[in-house]
């Protein structure tokens, strides 16, 4: 864990996976890579055990400009 950095706490449960921690916490499974470097002492299995106490580091996610987005990722306005 990198010091000054804040991180949230998060128990296993069986079954789980890197992708799905990013997902939960990130809401983009691609971005497990954080976890994996904040939990030096846990091994890159497939799946973990229930019970492995792991640190999911906050970060601040910056907005994009809808304008460098293509148009299938721009938001779409409510009721269409």
């Given amino acids: 864990m990198t010091q000054g950095q804040q991180y949230i706490l998060h128990i296993s449960k069986a079954g789980e996976r890197w992708d799905l921690l990013a997902w939960r916490y990130y809401g983009d499974p691609t971005d497990y890579q954080m976890i994996i470097m904040a939990n030096p002492g846990i091994a890159?299995?497939?799946?973990?055990?229930a019970g492995l106490s792991?640190?999911?580091?906050?970060?601040?996610?910056?907005?994009?400009?809808?304008?460098?987005?293509?148009p299938w990722k721009l938001p779409h306005p409510a009721g269409v």
């Fill in 44 to 49: 890159i299995d497939p799946v973990f055990e």
């Fill in 54 to 70: 792991l640190a999911v580091p906050i970060v601040q996610k910056s907005t994009v400009a809808s304008v460098d987005l293509p």
